[in-house]
């Protein structure tokens, strides 16, 4: 038992239990903060496989800038634990009684494989930024580049759907 | 194979051809013209039959085959005719004396409407048609072809006038009385295919396929065709819808009642000669059905009135003696007896229509009385057609009844004893209802006595020609005993194996002077009884019985159609209405139910949807890696 | 470490991520779990990239195992804009119906 398997049984267990809190309390923003909790053992965990560049991408967009977006709209619209509602107890149990079976169907599936391989931790040049770069700009800068329009696409989008709508005219003669 | 038997096809199709061209121009062809059609075809299938039977007489028989109407696995029946001797004998008959009778139509029906005198026509045509199927076919199958073929146009027939309810009545009860014997020849049918293979007469009427047949087999078999035989021609207990069946024109009673449809059953046991030979039980079963039917139908005609329903009851009585000698092995003289009844009989039927048509639609012969006077040619006819059927020696009637009687006191003294009674009581009936009908006085109305003439040439012709047959039909049966060789036997052997008497000479001319003398006695009796004749209304308890048909319609009613339509009323509530009703109710409102149900699921809920979407992904997954 | 492990935890926190969208009522909750359910995707995928980058191909090409790990960048990005366009459409539903309760999302019923 090396450090590397501590770290990740840790970090596992930060990420689970974190997760578990979020789906589970009642107020909205306990629910994202506990969900930025996720993403930083998940940061964590791409820094033990040396994906630095993607760590710390993950935290500034996802933890940074998505995060605090769901913050303000839960803000704007007020929600708390006493607005909160409750779906019916059976089909919560249902909803956990499917998870579970699918849980449970997917690792019965991914255990048939006979694969021993191994991931390299602490180590490795395929997580550097100079490597990933290199990687972006010449096989993948279509994609890159067709990224901005989707963005683009997403922000009118955005825009749009937020508008308040026009009054109707009332006079039809003008 | 000759030409002629090249043209037999023709004998059914001009019929059929005269039912198609009648049936579809009823409303455009005027009345001569269809009974012309009507008339004409059936005499082409006469003269094509005169010409198949010189070649039979010189001994060329066949098959004539046309073509495979049943081919499955197991089963081949053909569409084929047996031109033997036998079948060629009915041909001559039927086609003989329908061509008279629909001679005799034309001037009968000629008060109908034109498209109804051409439906009675085509009807006619059809039967004639279904009978000659019956009679030509090769197999067992076409023979039930043109069995079923003439119940219906019996059907078709009695309920002719179908705006009168008891007719209708009459002609399904007849229809219905039919489809009961139908069934029993129909079992008899599929119990030959499956222990022989086959239905042609070549190949199941051989004494090699005979021995295939266990006893019971043969026994079954046969008593089973008796049954059909006993629906179609009017046996005990199947007999009931016959007189009823009067309701019909008196020429289609003449043609259908009393000369063909009612023989077919005749013809069937004739045909199939070898198998009943071997089959004792059914033979001593047939024996005492016909020889009851006989008596009983005898004693009804002593007491009844209405013209027809005394020849009606006559015809059930005469059918039960060619049954008598069916049962005792004397198939010869059944179809003597059944040549010569065709043509007394339907005589005497003709010449009861010509009364009615005089009488002015007058059947009850109570009101009758002296018609000799009015109506010599139908009087003198109808005189020699009683004595044709009371059996006085030098008519036909002698000479085929005799042989019936002489084969009887062979099998059993007690049977000849009551054939003999019965033969007496005919000889009574029939005279007196001549006497009550042509002698003494009128006792009509003075309306229907101005009316009273003679009837046209188109009725008194066929009547003529029908009483001479009536006299010199017998003379080719003529035994041994008298002198003669007997043709008709000799001609039908090669069908029906001759039987050899075990009588003596002088016993037969013994019985044949008891019985010439008995009836001679019989009649004069009737004419002492009946020779001025007033109506009495005295009624005892016997002539009641006789006059109410032994109350059997009675005993029907009570025993057979009263539970009938209590089963069926019973039926109607539990299975009709509960269960068969319900069940298809039950379905629709299942599906009411079940789509009501179903539609809950569409409830808009966006979280169920995706529950179902994650289910279904579920069973994706089991699907894809664990099921296949 | 071995692979499996990876796999097991990004189950785990996938199935969570399911279980959250179908035991919750709020909308911005759901989309919440959602965004879990990508990142546990994401994890794996860059698991994976660090398996590949131990076996014998990668020794050739030094580039080699970094595609997983590109695709993990551009899956960001698309939630990223995934996100804006999602919350506009909470906004606008709670403007209309005042609630962001998906139970009044029925207008599909029947």
Aim: glycine share 8%; hydrophobic share 55%; aromatic share 12%.
């Amino acid at each position: 038992m090396n450090i590397s398997t501590i770290v990740f049984l840790l970090l596992s267990l930060m990420a689970v239990g974190s997760a578990l809190m979020m789906i589970i309390s009642k107020n909205p923003v306990h629910s994202v903060l506990w969900l930025i909790l996720v993403f930083f053992a998940i940061s964590g965990h791409y820094i033990l496989l040396n994906a630095q560049f993607l760590a710390v991408v993950n935290i500034i967009v996802y933890a940074g800038a998505i995060m605090v977006l769901f913050l303000f709209v839960v803000m704007l619209m007020n929600l708390n634990a006493d607005t909160e509602p409750i779906k019916n107890y059976r089909m919560q149990l249902v909803g956990i009684c499917t998870g579970g079976t699918l849980l449970l169907l997917l690792v019965l599936i991914t255990n048939r494989m006979d694969v021993e391989q191994l991931v390299e931790t602490n180590a490795g040049n395929a997580g550097l930024i100079k490597n990933l770069g290199m990687v972006l700009f010449k096989q993948y800068v279509l994609p890159f580049e067709i990224s901005s329009v989707l963005f683009l696409s997403a922000m009118i989008g955005a825009v749009v759907i937020g508008r308040k709508e026009e009054p109707i005219d009332q006079n039809p003669n003008s | 194979m000759s030409n002629t038997f090249n043209l037999v096809w023709l004998i059914p199709a001009l019929p059929l051809l005269g039912f198609l061209v009648n049936g579809l121009g009823r409303k455009s062809l005027g009345k001569s013209a269809s009974g012309f059609i009507g008339s004409a075809v059936v005499l082409g299938s006469f003269i094509f039959s005169i010409m198949t039977f010189m070649e039979v007489r010189q001994g060329h028989t066949g098959v004539v085959h046309f073509f495979d109407f049943l081919n499955v696995s197991g089963l081949k029946v053909a569409f084929s005719f047996q031109i033997d001797q036998l079948s060629s004998l009915f041909l001559l008959i039927i086609t003989g004396v329908g061509f008279l009778i629909h001679v005799y139509s034309t001037a009968y029906m000629h008060d109908e409407e034109g498209k109804d005198f051409a439906k009675y026509f085509a009807y006619l045509n059809l039967f004639v048609f279904s009978m000659l199927l019956l009679v030509m076919g090769g197999n067992y199958l076409i023979l039930f072809v043109g069995w079923e073929g003439v119940g219906l146009c019996s059907y078709l027939l009695i309920g002719y006038w179908y705006e009168n309810n008891n007719y209708t009545d009459a002609a399904k009860k007849a229809f219905v009385m039919n489809r009961i014997g139908d069934l029993g020849f129909l079992l008899a049918l599929f119990w030959l295919i499956g222990k022989t293979g086959s239905m042609e007469y070549g190949q199941v009427l051989q004494t090699a396929t005979l021995s295939k047949l266990t006893a019971f087999d043969i026994t079954g078999i046969t008593l089973l065709m008796f049954v059909g035989a006993t629906g179609k021609s009017a046996q005990i207990p199947l007999f009931t819808w016959l007189p009823d069946a009067m309701a019909g024109p008196t020429p289609v009673s003449a043609l259908i009642h009393a000369a063909t449809m009612v023989t077919a059953g005749i013809y069937l046991i004739a045909r199939s000669n070898i198998l009943f030979s071997s089959a004792i039980i059914t033979q001593q079963v047939i024996t005492i059905v016909g020889l009851a039917t006989a008596f009983l139908a005898a004693s009804i005609a002593l007491k009844q009135n209405d013209i027809k329903k005394v020849l009606a009851y006559s015809t059930v009585s005469q059918l039960g003696f060619m049954f008598l000698a069916l049962g005792t092995g004397n198939y010869v003289a059944a179809v003597f007896h059944v040549m010569t009844h065709a043509f007394f009989k339907a005589l005497m039927f003709l010449g009861s229509g010509s009364v009615i048509h005089a009488m002015s639609g007058e059947q009850d012969i109570r009101n009758m009385g002296g018609l000799h006077k009015h109506m010599k040619i139908t009087s003198i006819t109808f005189l020699i057609g009683c004595l044709a059927i009371s059996g006085i020696p030098g008519f036909s009637g002698f000479f085929s009844k005799d042989e019936i009687l002489a084969g009887a006191f062979g099998y059993n003294t007690i049977v000849y004893a009551v054939a003999l009674f019965t033969a007496l009581m005919t000889a009574f009936y029939m005279f007196r209802l001549y006497i009550v009908t042509f002698t003494g006085k009128f006792r009509g109305t003075h309306d229907q006595e101005h009316h009273l003439h003679e009837s046209p040439k188109a009725m008194t012709i066929p009547l003529i020609i029908l009483a001479i047959l009536s006299i010199i039909g017998g003379y080719i049966g003529i035994p041994e005993v008298l002198g003669g060789h007997h043709q008709l036997a000799a001609y039908l052997s090669p069908v029906i194996p001759q039987i050899h008497h075990h009588l003596s000479h002088e016993t037969e001319l013994i019985l044949m002077g008891l019985s010439t003398l008995l009836v001679v006695c019989s009649i004069t009796f009737a004419w002492i009884r009946f020779r001025n004749f007033k109506i009495n209304h005295n009624h005892n308890s016997l002539a009641s019985f006789l006059e109410n048909k032994w109350y059997i319609d009675e005993l029907y009613q009570f025993a057979v159609v009263k539970p009938i339509q209590k089963a069926s009323s019973l039926f109607q509530l539990f299975l009709e209405n509960r269960i068969i009703d319900g069940s298809v109710n039950g379905v629709g409102k299942l599906v009411n139910y079940g789509s009501r149900q179903l539609r809950l699921l569409q409830s808009g809920q966006v979280g169920a949807y995706v529950l179902l979407m994650v289910i279904g992904m579920l069973i994706l997954f089991v699907i894809q890696f664990f099921v296949s | 470490m071995d692979i499996k492990a990876y796999i097991a935890l990004s189950l785990v926190l996938f199935t969570i991520g399911i279980v959250g969208v179908l035991v919750r009522r709020n909308a911005i909750i759901i989309f919440l779990c959602v965004e879990l359910m990508l990142n546990a995707v994401n994890l794996l995928l860059v698991a994976f990239s660090k398996m590949h980058a131990l076996s014998p191909a990668a020794k050739a090409s030094a580039n080699f195992a970094g595609d997983a790990q590109i695709f993990v960048f551009f899956i960001m990005v698309v939630a990223a804009a995934e996100v804006s366009v999602g919350l506009a459409i909470i906004v606008m539903m709670f403007r209309n119906v005042h609630t962001v309760d998906i139970n009044f999302l029925n207008r599909l019923k029947n």
